[in-house]
Structure formats: structure tokens, C-alpha cells
Nanobody
């Protein structure tokens, strides 16, 4: 089992920045990919960014150039630096970790961007 704990959400004005963090514990040695998804009210959960243990990154088109994902593998921690935030980035952001068999999810952290 893997447990994920997120932090760093909050309220920010448009064009502002926030940094999300997520730390994995438990059987975290088996994790390869870690990343972030988000879900806005009335919408489906969508991919934001992913990063493999080896360092390969992928981003949703809507956040490319504004968001940056990074990891500290010894700490089993993944970060999401969000810059130039827009009101449409408002959502609950969920940390995700995958060991190749089972996806694990954090409890979610609210990000609200005011115009």
C-alpha cells in the first residue's frame, strides 16, 4: 500500500503562482510514475502532469509552459510549480502514483484562482 499526502493548495489571484507538494509513504519503493490530475466542478478528472522515476515529463496542453513538475526520488516527493495561473485552473488537484499495477490517489487539494 502507498499513501499520498498533498499540500500547497490555496487561493491566488490570476497570474499568480502556487507550488503543490505530494509525499508518498508505505510501499513507495515500487512507484515509477508520479504526477498530478485535477477535477473542476462538473467536469471529469483530467491529467495535468506526470513524471517518471527516470525523469521523463509529460504535460497537458493547457498547462504546458506554465506548470513545471519535478521530483525528489529519495524523498518520494513530487512537486508541481504552477505559474501564470488562470481562473480556469481552479480545481481540486490530486496527486497520483503508479507502481505499474495499482494507481494510488491523494485526498486532493483545492486550488482557486480569482480573476
Amino acid at each position: 500500500q502507498v499513501q499520498l499526502v498533498e499540500s500547497g493548495g490555496g487561493l491566488v489571484q490570476a497570474e499568480g503562482s502556487l507550488r503543490l507538494s505530494c509525499t508518498a509513504s508505505g510501499s513507495s519503493f515500487s512507484i515509477d510514475t508520479m504526477g498530478w490530475y485535477r477535477q473542476a466542478p462538473g467536469k471529469q478528472r483530467e491529467l495535468v502532469a506526470l513524471m517518471t522515476r527516470a525523469g521523463s515529463r509529460s504535460y497537458a496542453r493547457s498547462v504546458k509552459g506554465r506548470f513545471y513538475i519535478s521530483r525528489e526520488n529519495p524523498k518520494n516527493t513530487v512537486y508541481l510549480q504552477m505559474n501564470s495561473l488562470k481562473p480556469e485552473d481552479t480545481a481540486v488537484y490530486y496527486c497520483n502514483a503508479d507502481d505499474g499495477n495499482v494507481p494510488y490517489w491523494g485526498q486532493g487539494t483545492q486550488v482557486t484562482v480569482s480573476s
